[in-house]
């Protein structure tokens, strides 16, 4: 033990403050450029693969260190202007220094390395989806509110801090938002609402929360606060829907507790609608501010496009679709099946979801309020015998014994969609011990500009013969 110590001591190249050439050769997985010295990696955050630098340590550990940009002494061909003023405070948009297509083959390549070194799948992702917005592609903005030299502000919690970073106009939002969160500023201002002091725990303003129904174009505006009501709302509404005829719906949200969680579960119409509404895959969508929805649904619906081929739906088929919220896979693929079922946890999204599919003439759709394991273990006791199974988890994946009862009722086809390919290799790999063989894996860009990536998958019932 002491031996091996001295030898890694006297091993380790480089120590702190000194200041090394580095070629970025890689990018890890939380988007930090990779560079060796003598063998020994280091992550340099904000560089680009071809970048060559001079580095300066700033913390060694026992495998790696970490090093910061001293000077660039020449550019990879990936880069490109990063054109935010608060990029390097925000930290939201880790890849917007890189070229598209360098930035959509980095989320093909972190496709495929989680499922070669997590799932021990070998495959090439042939297909991403490009995404044709890469700016201004969010359908939902949230803005923490501070005070700043007298003045409200709106942006972002810097890095692992709760420091407002201002930013009401952030790059990757709808642009229809940040003229509405300069009308609500300057009314928090001329009103002299106090914004929320976390530390203390006092003001009345807390979070903006903006929603756009890319389909239709309704806005929804909703200030957090910690009242239920507050003062001179309807003249704030007014300014929205004069600054913006596509405000429909203007809410305050009460919470009044000490909590990181942004939204309280009590909402009060101000003005107009309680909800507006979107158009995903021919079906009308409900959204009301607590209710999930893909905040990038145009992109969105092109995934669901794909994983409808991938179900290969005939109208004969029942289709379980499980981790379902407001419904609207299921929901969109009724048509082209013979019976729906849809699985979800939270009693709104099951809620949403009834109400959609009455408002839609859908009468295949069922929807069960149930823990996926509870749920996928009764459907197959029941004898429940699927042609396909869709699932679309949250970042931490499936269930083990969720896959076990799948596998259980034997669909025919496994269809999985993941924003986290990390768990969905991981998914994947004890899916084909159990019979199952990945086809193919797509990957999509929902989120461009941000290292997150999404996948879908499509698994098929290998038969006796072909095992
Ligand atoms: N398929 C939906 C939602 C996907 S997000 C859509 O495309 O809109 C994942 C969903 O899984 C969320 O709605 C979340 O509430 C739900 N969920 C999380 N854990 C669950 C569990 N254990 N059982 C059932 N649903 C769960």
Redesign the pocket.
């Known amino acids: 033990m002491q031996a091996g110590l001295f030898v890694w001591r006297s091993f380790m190249p480089i120590q702190k403050n000194q200041i090394h050439r580095l070629e970025i050769t890689d990018l890890n997985s939380d988007g930090n450029g990779v560079g060796k010295i003598d063998g020994f990696v280091v992550f340099v955050p904000m560089t680009a693969v071809g970048d060559l630098i001079e580095a300066k340590i700033v913390k060694v550990l026992k495998q790696y260190a970490f090093g910061i940009v001293e000077r660039i002494l020449s550019l990879s061909p990936d880069r490109i202007d990063n054109d935010c003023p608060v990029y390097r405070q925000c930290g939201g948009c880790s890849l917007r220094h890189i070229r598209y297509e360098a930035e959509l083959d980095i989320k093909r390549r972190q496709v495929e390395a989680c499922f070669r070194r997590i799932g021990g799948i070998d495959l090439t992702v042939e297909r991403i989806l490009s995404n044709p917005h890469t700016e201004g592609y969010r359908n939902k903005a949230q803005f923490p509110v501070a005070l700043r030299d007298g003045k409200a502000v709106a942006g972002f919690y810097a890095k692992r801090s709760h420091r407002v970073v201002p930013c009401g106009d952030c790059r990757l939002q709808s642009p229809a938002f940040a003229p509405l969160v300069r009308v609500i500023l300057d009314f928090i201002d001329e009103y002299h609402l106090p914004p929320y002091d976390e530390t203390n725990h006092t003001g009345l303003i807390r979070n903006l929360y903006l929603r756009e129904a890319p389909a239709t174009g309704e806005i929804m505006v909703c200030l957090v606060a910690t009242k239920k009501h507050i003062p001179s709302a309807d003249e704030l509404a007014r300014r929205l829907v004069a600054c913006n005829p596509k405000v429909k719906s203007v809410l305050v949200n009460r919470n009044s507790q000490k909590t990181n969680v942004i939204l309280g579960d009590r909402c009060s119409v101000v003005w107009g609608k309680p909800v507006i509404h979107d158009v995903l895959r021919g079906v009308d969508v409900e959204l009301s501010p607590l209710s999930?929805?893909?905040v990038n649904s145009l992109q969105?619906e092109r995934l669901y496009d794909l994983a409808e081929e991938y179900a290969h739906l005939t109208g004969e088929e029942t289709l379980v679709?499980?981790?379902?919220?407001?419904g609207?896979?299921g929901l969109s693929m009724a048509g082209k099946a013979k019976r729906v079922i849809g699985?979800?946890?939270?009693p709104v999204?099951v809620e949403d979801a009834r109400r959609s599919a009455q408002r839609n003439g859908v009468r295949n759709a069922e929807f069960l309020c149930?823990?996926?394991?509870e749920a996928a273990r009764s459907l197959a006791q029941q004898g429940l015998r699927p042609d396909v199974v869709i699932v679309?988890?949250?970042r931490k994946g499936c269930?083990a014994s969720v896959l076990q009862s799948i596998c259980e009722m034997a669909p025919q086809r496994i269809v999985m969609?993941s924003c986290n390919p990390a768990t969905a290799a991981r998914d994947c790999g004890l899916l084909q011990q159990q019979g199952y063989r990945v086809e193919e894996v797509a990957a999509a860009d929902l989120f461009s500009r941000t290292l997150h990536v999404e996948c879908v998958i499509s698994l098929v019932k290998e038969t006796i013969s072909e095992r």
């Open positions: 999930f929805y893909q969105a679709d499980l981790y379902c919220g407001a609207t896979i699985v979800e946890i939270i999204a149930a823990d996926a394991k679309d988890p949250p269930d969609i």
